[in-house]
């Protein structure tokens, strides 16, 4: 099966620095590869994804990047607020004509934000 | 327009007790899927359901696991003589397609005593 590893675990910035959480997977099959916010008590919120037909994806202040040759995407954030402290989770997905809702998760990174 | 509503919040089982978990996916969403949080740990993947059928329950454990989603009525999960390994936190996801992007609700924080 799948197999995504998420790096780094945590990661502290300034506030107004970027920050940046790669991934690798292993099935070169997966071709959706969704981003998640988790806040302590809540649920993954899903913040931004992207599908193998694009190599880049910008929403405001996140963006996301995706290397199908080496089998990598990565999550930017640029300009970083403590509202931004959370732990990210990258996942991907090989729909194969049935659900790209079977995701495979990284182990998450604790993202901190300091004023 | 409320996401996807789990209940409870928290739940407290003895060994050997029944834990029933429920979900109410978004308005529109006829798409379920069970996902399980150990601490320090990414989700994995459970089951995944539409109405009245099981489409892939890969995920789940063999025995004392269980899932259904219904005509009417939530989905449930259902985790029978439950031991100390299954404390976690379980999230159920709705999605409107199958090819639609998942959203979380808050999940259920179960722990076996």
């Known amino acids: 099966g799948e197999n995504v590893e998420q790096h780094p675990s945590t990661l502290s910035v300034q506030e107004g620095d970027s920050a940046v959480i790669k991934c690798t997977y292993s099935?070169?099959?997966?071709?959706?590869f969704p981003w998640y916010k988790q806040e302590l008590g809540k649920g993954p919120q899903l913040i931004i994804d992207?599908?193998?037909?694009?190599g880049e994806k910008k929403d405001q202040r996140i963006a996301v990047t995706l290397n199908k040759t080496a089998k990598h995407f990565s999550l930017h954030i640029t300009e970083t607020q403590p509202e931004d402290s959370a732990v990210y989770f990258c996942?991907?997905?090989?729909?194969?004509?049935?659900?790209?809702?079977?995701?495979?998760f990284g182990r998450g990174t604790q993202l901190t934000v300091w004023p | 327009n409320a996401g996807v509503m789990q209940n409870p919040r928290h739940l407290v089982r003895r060994r050997g007790q029944e834990a029933r978990l429920r979900c109410s996916p978004m308005?529109?969403?006829?798409?379920v899927y069970w996902y399980r949080q150990l601490p320090e740990e990414g989700l994995k993947f459970m089951v995944y359901l539409q109405k009245e059928n099981i489409i892939d329950e890969s995920g789940m454990p063999k025995e004392r696991f269980s899932a259904e989603f219904p005509k009417e009525g939530p989905s449930i999960l259902r985790i029978q003589q439950v031991v100390r390994g299954d404390s976690a936190a379980y999230f159920c996801?709705?999605?409107?397609?199958?090819?639609?992007?998942?959203?979380f609700g808050n999940g259920t924080r179960l722990t076996v005593t």
């Open positions: 996801a709705s999605s409107r397609e199958s090819n639609s992007p998942l959203h």
């Open positions: 308005k529109g969403h006829s798409h």
């Open positions: 099935d070169s099959a997966s071709n959706y």
């Open positions: 992207i599908r193998s037909n694009v």
């Open positions: 996942a991907a997905s090989n729909p194969s004509g049935s659900t790209l809702g079977r995701l495979y």
